[in-house]
């Protein structure tokens, strides 16, 4: 099914504007009318969310309507393979630096994201319990001897190969971790931890919910940037792991908020 057949029923105002942005990079353009039609809602909650949405930097505002900005039209986050290619040795430092706060016996989390997906392939001969909703980083800890793996199940996000949903969240709401390793699209001192997607915010909130430990993997490119929802206060963030391309003022910044910071190296 495409977005556009998708029924018209009451959203949360998070979810609605969720979907209006897969309906502007799936259409390519949409009106104010048609989006009145399909939610349900007045024009005015319509031009505020596009202008909203316009602030974030996720869509282009036109006479009428919204068009794609051009750089998002895969739908405004990038899928795994695009991602995977983007700031890749900083994501590999990063991983590195992370593989230090996980010690044999625990029980982790690992978010889904491409630099997670790094650090499990350095876990290879830990013995440890590895919680994942990622179905690549899955793949990659199956062939470990000594790492127990447990898939949450869930709706599959398409292109993105992670798990989402209520079913994701029930099963996450059972257990408890000592530590979750999160991916973030971008990380600032006002809104903290954010990503474009309403249901992986959800997930990540329950994720650092459930864990005594939340440690950020964020290279320097997403510091001092914010997406579309918020899944954590800067408060909420134990650790914060980047590349030495981190900007002096975004460091002094988080490390007066009380977050650990350390700077990855080669």
Not at 29 to 36: A, I, T, Y
């Amino acid at each position: 099914m495409n977005p556009s057949d998708n029924p018209s029923h009451i959203l949360f105002a998070e979810e609605r504007k969720n979907e209006i942005i897969k309906l502007v990079n799936f259409k390519g353009k949409v009106f104010v009318p048609d989006l009145v039609a399909h939610f349900n809602v007045s024009p005015a909650t319509i031009r505020n969310d596009l202008r909203e949405l316009e602030g974030f930097h996720l869509i282009k505002r036109t006479h009428g309507g919204a068009i794609p900005i051009e750089s998002e039209k895969v739908g405004f986050e990038m899928v795994n393979q695009q991602k995977s290619v983007e700031h890749i040795e900083q994501k590999k430092m990063i991983a590195k630096s992370a593989l230090n706060y996980i010690e044999e016996g625990d029980i982790i989390i690992l978010d889904t994201g491409t630099t997670t997906l790094e650090l499990a392939k350095m876990l290879k001969n830990m013995h440890i319990t590895v919680i994942v909703n990622d179905i690549d980083i899955a793949h990659v800890l199956e062939e470990y001897e000594h790492v127990q793996v447990v898939l949450i199940g869930g709706n599959v996000r398409k292109k993105f190969r992670s798990t989402v949903g209520p079913f994701a969240l029930k099963m996450l709401s059972e257990i408890n971790v000592d530590k979750v390793f999160l991916a973030v699209n971008g990380f600032s001192m006002t809104r903290g931890g954010t990503t474009p997607d309403v249901n992986q915010a959800e997930i990540k909130k329950k994720m650092i919910e459930i864990s005594t430990n939340t440690i950020l993997l964020a290279d320097s490119s997403k510091i001092g940037k914010s997406s579309f929802v918020q899944f954590a206060a800067p408060s909420q963030i134990t650790t914060l792991i980047t590349d030495p391309g981190i900007d002096s003022s975004h460091l002094e910044q988080l490390q007066s908020l009380g977050i650990e910071v350390v700077i990855s190296e080669a």
